[in-house]
T-cell receptor
Framework: NAGVTQTPKFQVLKTGQSMTLQCAQDMNHEYMSWYRQDPGMGLRLIHYSVGAGITDQGEVPNGYNVSRSTTEDFPLRLLSAAPSQTSVYFC??????????????FGAGSRLTVL | AQKITQTQPGMFVQEKEAVTLDCTYDTSDPSYGLFWYKQPSSGEMIFLIYQGSYDQQNATEGRYSLNFQKARKSANLVISASQLGDSAMYFCAMREPVSSGSARQLTFGSGTQLTVLP
């Protein structure tokens, strides 16, 4: 059981380049989300999805796109990378229904540097 | 709007001693969930403990317990018998209520870096 798998683990981009961070989960979780982690600021929600074909914005969505064509995958696209997007990105998933105690399971993180 | 506050950027504790990491929250919703996650230097996020707003008892998970004081809007994490492996960043987080229609977002505090001294 792989859980939540993120690729790549590390990436260096130049300003203006685009790229996609991949996220896949094998737990049949309806809810998937992307967070970014910056020093001193905790984790901030970028985008989330409650099921295939449904996405919504979080706290810091600008400069990022997402799509959810399958239950398993939730890629995050950087359209035109900026130095302000240098961060560690986490994908996380959980069951959407039932108990409010459903725990978010996180991927290992992707460290992105934009030069 | 929700807000999570962790006022201790760094904490030190002697091995085998207990330590309390502070967390206060702000919400006007009666239904919410509170979580603590651990992030070791390797970077992964590890779930530790959960407390529901309607839970009567304080949550416990092994050496971790959550001191939930609803009237004071605090959800402090207590680690008993600290071990060297407990050295990590600890994050408090709150989940929006399901009734809000906004699913399962977690709002995180800024974290507390705990160092366990031998």
């Amino acid at each position: 059981n792989a859980g939540v798998t993120q690729t790549p683990k590390f990436q260096v981009l130049k300003t203006g380049q685009s790229m996609t961070l991949q996220c896949a989960q094998d737990m049949n979780h309806e809810y998937m989300s992307w967070y970014r982690q910056d020093p001193g600021m905790g984790l901030r929600l970028i985008h989330y999805s409650v099921g295939a074909g449904i996405t919504d914005q979080g706290e810091v969505p600008n400069g990022y796109n997402v799509s959810r064509s399958t239950t398993e995958d939730f890629p995050l696209r950087l359209l035109s990378a900026a130095p302000s997007q240098t961060s560690v990105y986490f994908c996380a998933s959980s069951l959407a229904g039932g108990s409010g105690a459903n725990v978010l399971t996180f991927g290992a993180g992707s460290r992105l540097t934009v030069l | 709007a929700q807000k999570i506050t962790q006022t201790q950027p760094g904490m030190f504790v002697q091995e085998k001693e207990a330590v309390t990491l502070d967390c206060t929250y702000d919400t006007s919703d009666p239904s919410y969930g509170l979580f603590w996650y651990k992030q070791p230097s390797s970077g992964e996020m590890i779930f530790l403990i959960y407390q529901g707003s309607y839970d009567q008892q304080n949550a416990t998970e092994g050496r971790y317990s959550l001191n939930f004081q609803k009237a004071r809007k605090s959800a402090n994490l207590v680690i008993s018998a600290s071990q060297l492996g407990d050295s990590a960043m600890y994050f408090c987080a709150m989940r929006e209520p399901v009734s809000s229609g906004s699913a399962r977002q977690l709002t995180f505090g800024s974290g507390t870096q705990l160092t366990v001294l031998p």
